[in-house]
């Protein structure tokens, strides 16, 4: 009988701009994302590209995990920590969440997303935040099967809306 294929396991890291293996995945994942119809619809700008790790060093509350699958970087989540002044605790923002083509389905989001709540209790934040496009139906899905639900308030004020204005 034949041995079935086996599939290399799938690590999850916290991201470490230091080392350029990371570097590198942050970078060719981010594109990637961005250049996905439910990202930006295409790739980063050379001088983008150039400046991101910089730039996310730089940042003060950047906090990256990066899911590696036999050696392969397949999954990123970018995240920077917020503060709530309704509760005097911070927050994790998801800023992004993608996994490259290829390997979705296979929990790898999801796990990414457990990753993220783990780091965020640890740090005694009090929610995770993120936005998402009302036609990205898988996104919504998973969300929603974590535990994610569109911002309310007060009831009967209605859900948050996400505005942005640019500059
Ligand atoms: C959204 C995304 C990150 C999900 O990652 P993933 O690794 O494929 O997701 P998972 O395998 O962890 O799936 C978890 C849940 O998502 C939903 N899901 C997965 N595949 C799906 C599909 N083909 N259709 C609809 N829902 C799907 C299911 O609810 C699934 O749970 P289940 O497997 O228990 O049914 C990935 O599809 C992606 O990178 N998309 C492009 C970028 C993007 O849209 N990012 C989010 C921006 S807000």
Redesign the pocket.
Known sequence: MENPVEMPTMEIVEADLDCVAHQRAVVELIDA?AA?P??NGRPLAPQVRDNLVDGLRRHPTTLIFLAFQGGRAV?IAVCFLGFSTFHAKPLVNIH????VAD?????????LLDAVADKARHLHCCKLT????EN????R??YE?AGFAQAQYQEGTGGSLFYAKPL
């Open positions: 994302y996905d439910m990202g999954g992004d969440l993608a996994v390997c979705r389905g296979r929990q790898i989001g999801r796990r993120l936005e998402v496009q990205n139906r898988r996104a899905r998973l099967a």
